[in-house]
């Protein structure tokens, strides 16, 4: 009987090269915490929206605050040994195309090439009143010089860069866009955004260029993940699964991997 290595090796000869789709279980052995258990249920209150961000100022202090704890420990991950068999596989010719849920830059980090970030990435900022771009670390430096309070405060850290504090956020300060004075906002799809069409038909034609679709530690609950599935399935292409616990599009997989990732991944 085949272990799951050889039955994903299999997948991967019979159907290259195949597009991949990542998810928040990738990334959790990098010491990036993930969204959701086993059954896709969430495992804290769910993230910010993206109507909260733009429109409540509180909610952004309370956001920025939690920040200077949550994300330097996205900032500073480092690649697991599954994003290097990913960047491996691709330089190999088996898998083309990584669409990523993830916004932490670890497939880059770990030498992939060819990479979508389907819903942006963190350590990049964005300013939404004139659209001014810059590196987030200096938007975090300018935060810790206004509020060196928050610098010392205990906290557990959270998925894309958020942490649990529960403290009076209405003291926090907010650094605003250097060039304007504007919003400023990480250059990510919060939840209640759209990814950008012109992202998105980049990673449809991919797939449809490729010989199928193979996910990595997602549950695909989020229906941005989960239109590659469908569209794979519509295309009839075959779709394996690689993650922990049940996913959206358990019923449309060829293949179904219930296991820890770098175990099946790396050779």
């Known amino acids: ?3 799951d290595r050889e039955k994903l090796q299999q997948f991967l000869a019979k159907n290259k090269p195949l597009t991949v789709l990542t998810g928040a279980g990738l990334s959790t052995a990098s ?3 993930d969204y959701r258990d086993h059954n896709g249920n969430w495992k804290s ?3 910010m929206q993206h109507r909260d961000f733009m429109t409540d100022e509180a909610l952004r202090k309370r956001y920025w605050a939690r920040s200077l704890h949550g994300w330097p420990v996205l900032y500073n991950a480092q690649p697991n040994p599954a994003h290097k ?3 491996q596989m691709q330089n190999e010719g088996l898998i083309g195309t990584i669409i990523t849920q993830n916004v932490d830059g670890l497939h880059q980090k770990a030498g992939a090439t060819d990479v979508i970030n389907l819903h942006g990435y963190a350590n990049d900022m964005i300013c939404m009143d004139c659209g001014a771009r810059s590196p987030r670390i200096d938007m975090h430096e300018r935060c810790l010089a206004l509020n060196p309070e928050f610098a010392d405060l ?3 850290a ?3 860069g958020d942490a649990d504090i529960d403290v009076d956020f209405s003291r926090f300060s907010i650094a605003d866009c250097l060039n304007c004075g504007g919003l400023l906002k990480p250059d990510v799809v919060y939840f209640g955004d759209t990814v950008p069409k012109e992202r998105v038909a980049k990673a449809r034609q991919a797939l449809a260029e490729s010989a199928g679709l193979l996910v990595v530690g997602s549950s695909l609950m989020v229906f941005s993940g989960y239109r590659f599935a469908r569209q ?3 295309q009839g292409q075959p779709i394996g699964i690689l993650t922990r616990g049940k996913t959206r599009a358990d019923e449309l997989a060829t293949l179904k991997i219930d296991a820890n990732i770098s175990d099946v991944l790396v050779t």
Do not use: R
């Open 1 to 3: 009987m085949l272990d």
């Open 31 to 33: 010491g990036i915490p």
């Open 45 to 47: 209150a769910p993230p």
């Open 85 to 87: 068999a990913l960047a």
């Open 154 to 156: 205990d906290a557990t």
């Open 158 to 160: 959270l998925p894309d």
């Open 232 to 234: 794979a399935n519509e």
